[in-house]
């Protein structure tokens, strides 16, 4: 579904920016909800699905643990 996603976690990136996870979170909310960008009226809960689906990706980024190698999690 989402294919152009940037993949994020090694091995393919030692580290992952804020930035990497609030684009990804944008973009998957976007490509959920259908809207590049939502109307005026939309745009709260447009916000807070990028909020959380951004918090959700930083905690499950450090909550992996990747074998043989340093995690991901997110980098200021």
Do not use: W
């Not at 944008?26 to 709260?44: D, E, T, W």
């Amino acid at each position: 579904m989402c294919r152009s996603i940037k993949t994020l976690r090694e091995p393919y990136v030692a580290e992952v920016t804020t930035a990497d996870v609030d684009a990804a979170a944008l973009q998957y909310v976007r490509k959920i909800s259908g809207f590049r960008k939502p109307a005026a009226h939309n745009a709260a809960a447009f916000d807070a699905a990028v909020a959380a689906v951004a918090a959700a990706t930083a905690t499950l980024l450090a909550e992996l643990e990747v074998r043989g190698g340093r995690s991901a999690s997110p980098a200021g």
